[in-house]
């Protein structure tokens, strides 16, 4: 989970999650929403693939990428329960 987390920390990273959301994204496509080096946008990429938030299909020599909204799921509901969000008070 820590993984998940610091993958989140990011802005830019949070911000290809966003892209993600709407629909599956081809690597190219994903790089030409930033002003960022490919080798950065790459780096921010691998991240959010180690945390599993995102995943890569190989077409030929393009990758598209799809988000795990599970892995986003589970990450929101840890924190949620650890900050007491959600539990019911005890009467």
Known sequence: ????YRALSDPTRRRLLAL??????TAGELAGEF???????????????DADLVHADR???SLTYHLNESVL???????????G???????
């Open 73 to 83: 799921e589970e990450a929101m509901a840890a924190l949620m329960s650890m900050l």
């Open 20 to 25: 993600l959301r709407r629909g599956d994204r």
């Open 35 to 49: 002003e960022l080096t490919w080798p950065t946008i790459s780096g921010h990429l691998k991240v959010l693939r």
């Open 85 to 91: 969000i959600g539990r019911k008070e005890a009467s």
């Open 59 to 61: 077409n030929g020599t």
């Open 1 to 4: 989970m820590n993984d998940v």
